[in-house]
Structures are given as structure tokens and as C-alpha cells.
């Protein structure tokens, strides 16, 4: 018996309800009426066998089934993109420069490269590694051509289109005893940080005692300092996993959320298509 094909339509219409948690919701999203998104599922639940749905007075939630099948339906929808803009986009060559800072540059562009050189393999893109202050200073002497910044909560003038924003948890090594010294053992960059002016901020309004105990610029440096239970550190919670472990105690205040803003210095094609990518990647993370 031949395998029912995927239809993307029908994937897109699932996704919305999914997000939606009505169908109602998502027949706005999609530009279509209820009944007609109601048929598509009928239909996409008889291909698969499976039921996705668990149908409730005012909402729909996603069974086991359906779970899996959101994973599969956000990846597919992408590559599908991914790939339409290969064939579609024009040609570019050239050389386009974007600074970044340790975690982001380690953790996240590596995707965000592969997709871009596949789209525009004639582009050579230099990034550049550093502090938001840095980074900035160089995009401003026409040394980059765009730069993802950190940006503290407080901070209400922001430069830049916010493309990311999530909380900055304590982080340190699992089994480790550092958080419950005093003063406070923690591990922070160089003056100037926004995670830095945030963390100090919230254990001053805490009145919690501290003492800076490891400061380096890399996430890394600061990573081997809670490894070697030497300190407790602010991480954003996307970026605590094993062997690090996100430290709960009454204790500890809340540091509060950053953003992440991507500052361009000009527009052309090879800019507007990096920054694309740029912007895809993080709705994917939040997601």
C-alpha cells in the first residue's frame, strides 16, 4: 500500500491550531473557515490512523500522536521554505560580516550558516566574535555589517529589531554546593555585560550578599567555573543543560529576561537575506 504524502496545506492548518488551541482561532490565521480546517484534520487523522486531537467544549489539545506530529510539521514546513527560497531567491555573491557573542555564536549560527551557504553559496559570511559593546563599535566603523546585541530588561530605547527574548535563570554543576556559600560565589563577564548589570542589580535590590568570584567573556570560562563548583552563574534557560542544572532556591532572586536585538547598519539583498535567516532561526526557538 503506498505511504499518504504530507500535503504542506494541511500541515500549516495543523500547526495553527496546534499554536491556536481552537479551531476557530487558527481559521483566522489560515484565511479559511472552521468547517473546512474541521475536514482537513478528519481527513489528515484517517490518513495517519492516528487521532491528533482531543476535542474539548472551547479548545483542542494535542494527543501523543499529535506532539510527535507537530515536531515533524514545524521541520518540514521550514525545509520546505528553506527550499522554495533556494530555487526562488536571486543569486547573490559577496562578503557580508556579522558580530556576535560567544553563546549565540556557538550554539545557534552554525545552523542559521549551513542554511544560509546552502541558499547563497556565492556569499562568504565573516563573523566576528565578541562583547555587544564591541560588536557594536565595529558596526558602527563600517566593520560589520550587522551585529546580535544583548539587551538588558531595563533597558527601554533599544537599537535594533528585538529578535529573541527569554529569562536568565542560575545555573551551576550538578551536585554542586556553591549557591548555598556565603557570600554568594558567582561567575559573571567583564564590566559592562547586560547578564552582568542585571544580576548584580537583582541580588542588590535582594540584599543578598555576593562576591564575584570568576569573570570571563565566554560562556565557556564561565561554564568551567560551575563545573568546578566555584560558582553560580546567570544562563539563559534555553542554554542550561546536562552537566549544567538550573539551581532553585528560595534564596536566590530572579535576574529577570534579556533580548536579543539584531542591529543592521544599511539594507541591501545580501543583508535583508542573512538577517532573514537570522530572524527564522529564533522563531524556531520559540516555537
Given amino acids: 500500500m503506498a505511504i499518504p504524502l504530507l500535503d504542506n496545506d494541511v500541515l500549516r492548518t495543523f500547526v495553527a491550531i496546534s499554536e491556536c488551541g481552537t479551531f476557530t482561532g487558527a481559521a483566522k490565521v489560515v484565511h479559511r473557515t472552521p468547517s473546512a480546517l474541521s475536514m482537513q484534520i478528519k481527513q489528515l487523522e484517517q490518513n495517519l490512523g492516528k487521532c491528533l486531537f482531543i476535542r474539548e467544549p472551547r479548545q483542542v489539545r494535542l494527543t501523543a500522536e499529535g506532539e510527535a506530529l507537530l515536531d515533524y510539521s514545524r521541520r518540514l514546513l521550514r525545509l520546505n521554505e528553506e527550499a522554495v527560497q533556494y530555487f526562488l531567491s536571486p543569486t547573490l555573491e559577496g562578503k557580508v560580516g556579522i558580530g556576535t557573542s560567544d553563546d549565540v555564536g556557538t550554539r545557534i549560527l552554525p545552523e542559521?550558516?549551513?542554511?544560509?551557504?546552502?541558499?547563497?553559496?556565492?556569499?562568504?559570511?565573516?563573523?566576528?566574535?565578541?562583547?555587544?559593546?564591541?560588536?557594536?563599535?565595529?558596526?558602527?566603523?563600517?566593520?560589520?555589517?550587522?551585529?546580535?546585541?544583548?539587551?538588558?530588561?531595563?533597558?527601554?530605547?533599544?537599537?535594533?529589531?528585538?529578535?529573541?527574548?527569554?529569562?536568565?535563570?542560575?545555573?551551576?554543576?550538578?551536585?554542586?554546593?556553591?549557591?548555598?556559600?556565603?557570600?554568594?560565589?558567582?561567575?559573571?563577564?567583564?564590566?559592562?555585560?547586560?547578564?552582568?548589570?542585571?544580576?548584580l542589580r537583582a541580588l542588590?535590590?535582594?540584599?543578598?550578599?555576593?562576591?564575584?568570584?570568576?569573570?570571563?567573556?565566554?560562556?565557556?570560562?564561565?561554564?568551567?567555573?560551575?563545573?568546578?563548583?566555584?560558582?553560580?552563574?546567570p544562563f539563559p534557560k534555553s542554554l542550561v543543560r546536562p552537566p549544567l542544572k538550573e539551581v532553585a532556591s528560595q534564596d536566590l532572586p530572579e535576574i529577570g529576561s534579556?533580548?536579543?536585538?539584531?542591529?543592521?547598519?544599511?539594507?541591501?539583498?545580501?543583508?535583508?537575506?542573512?538577517?532573514?535567516?537570522?530572524?527564522?532561526?529564533?522563531?524556531?526557538?520559540?516555537?
Avoid at 534579556?258 to 516555537?287: E, I, T
Wanted: glycine letters at 8%; one cysteine or more.
Fill in 112 to 199: 542559521v550558516l549551513a542554511q544560509f551557504a546552502r541558499s547563497y553559496p556565492a556569499v562568504l559570511v565573516n563573523v566576528v566574535v565578541g562583547s555587544s559593546k564591541q560588536n557594536l563599535a565595529r558596526l558602527d566603523a563600517g566593520e560589520l555589517d550587522m551585529a546580535l546585541v544583548t539587551v538588558a530588561d531595563q533597558v527601554r530605547d533599544i537599537r535594533g529589531e528585538v529578535v529573541h527574548e527569554e529569562p536568565l535563570v542560575w545555573a551551576g554543576g550538578e551536585g554542586a554546593s556553591a549557591f548555598l556559600r556565603t557570600p554568594l560565589p558567582i561567575a559573571v563577564a567583564h564590566e559592562g555585560c547586560s547578564w552582568r548589570r542585571m544580576t
Fill in 204 to 233: 542588590d535590590r535582594a540584599g543578598k550578599p555576593y562576591r564575584i568570584a570568576y569573570t570571563c567573556e565566554h560562556c565557556s570560562g564561565q561554564e568551567a567555573a560551575m563545573l568546578a563548583d566555584l560558582a553560580v552563574a
Fill in 258 to 287: 534579556y533580548q536579543l536585538a539584531l542591529v543592521r547598519r544599511g539594507s541591501n539583498p545580501l543583508n535583508d537575506a542573512l538577517a532573514l535567516h537570522v530572524k527564522g532561526a529564533f522563531r524556531g526557538l520559540q516555537q
